[in-house]
């Protein structure tokens, strides 16, 4: 009993030496970090580009991956407690300004991610014939942001259609179904409609509302971990870039990277057409548009929305809610 005693306490001493002599023993202890994410090109792209790189493990970061459906579950699931952050599209702008989260990183504008698709075999051909009709789509999230849009640039409003609230897959089958004359999607559920559909007609996409009503997608993390991990989440920050420079750098490399890796499903054609429907941006482009308000500016657009359909009570404005200082301190120099 007594070697055995007299082995763990040297052991103890070596560990402790180590600390102090600077030995890499405990100091390489890595961060971990539970992430969720939406598997879509403008929502994990450059997260998976960072793990292929090894940009995690080289900052320090050990992420934890976990799928989900919607950006509606992943909040639910980080109020929860099982999730430390999430990567998702625009509900990013919906529980953050709720008191409930905290942004710190923009993925991409959803330019053209989020599209329209009807029927023309059930007599819709033009939003007029949409009036008094089903749309189906997952409500507070991109694809209903930019069905709002979309019905306001055309004179219509909410109340002109009646809204099938389900998740994306369910909507998109009752679409494939005939069960409803139109879905208001987000890539790459397109693709479905497309082989399922011959003869679906894509009525419009984000991209017509641009600017003006540009989709963010991005990273949020919870108060209480905002507040202790800062950071972890500066070093999440700086592994994500290394994945950002390769999209935006070597994007047809990188691309193919993605779709062998993790999107096998997507013929590479129509992966590399998903890319066209987001717009990424180089690290030192994306501090200007954070700089000059840019990012904020688009985030608080969509927080508008949610404030009108989803009745926020006094909700917390995008210059309080997002966080850009740790993308800054992350990308300096």
Do not use: C
């Not at 002599?21 to 403008?42: E, N």
């Amino acid at each position: 009993m007594e070697v055995r005693r007299r082995t763990v306490l040297q052991g103890i001493g070596a560990a402790t030496g180590a600390a102090v002599f600077g030995a890499p023993a405990l100091a390489q202890a890595k961060s971990k970090i539970r992430v969720g994410y939406l598997h879509t090109l403008a929502v994990d792209g450059q997260m998976w580009l960072a793990q292929h790189l090894d940009a995690f493990g080289k900052n320090g970061i050990e992420p934890e991956f976990r799928e989900f459906q919607t950006g509606l579950e992943l909040f639910q699931a980080m109020i929860g407690g099982s999730l430390d952050a999430l990567t998702t599209g625009a509900v990013i702008s919906n529980f953050p300004a709720r008191g409930q989260g905290k942004m710190f990183l923009a993925n991409a504008v959803e330019f053209a991610t989020a599209q329209l698709w009807v029927r023309e075999d059930q007599g819709i051909k033009s939003f007029a014939d949409l009036k008094g009709k089903r749309i189906a789509t997952t409500a507070g999230t991109t694809a209903h942001v930019f069905l709002n849009t979309a019905l306001r640039a055309n004179g219509m409003v909410a109340s002109d259609i009646e809204l099938l609230n389900q998740r994306m897959p369910d909507a998109v089958t009752a679409f494939i179904s005939g069960a409803v004359p139109a879905v208001a999607l987000w890539v790459p559920f397109n693709i479905t409609v497309r082989s399922k559909v011959p003869g679906a007609k894509k009525l419009v996409d984000a991209s017509a509302y641009y600017p003006q009503a540009a989709i963010m997608s991005g990273w949020a993390t919870t108060a209480d971990f905002h507040a202790k991990n800062r950071d972890t989440l500066v070093r999440v920050v700086k592994a994500w870039s290394a994945g950002n420079e390769f999209l935006t750098g070597k994007t047809d490399e990188a691309l193919e990277t993605l779709q062998k890796k993790h999107y096998p499903q997507v013929p590479l054609a129509d992966f590399k057409e998903q890319y066209q429907a987001q717009k990424a941006f180089p690290t030192a482009e994306w501090r200007k548009l954070y700089a000059d308000g840019t990012v904020t500016k688009w985030l608080q657009q969509v927080t508008d929305f949610f404030a009108t359909t989803g009745n926020i009570a006094n909700p917390i404005p995008a210059s309080q809610y997002f966080d850009s200082s740790i993308y800054m301190d992350a990308t300096k120099g």
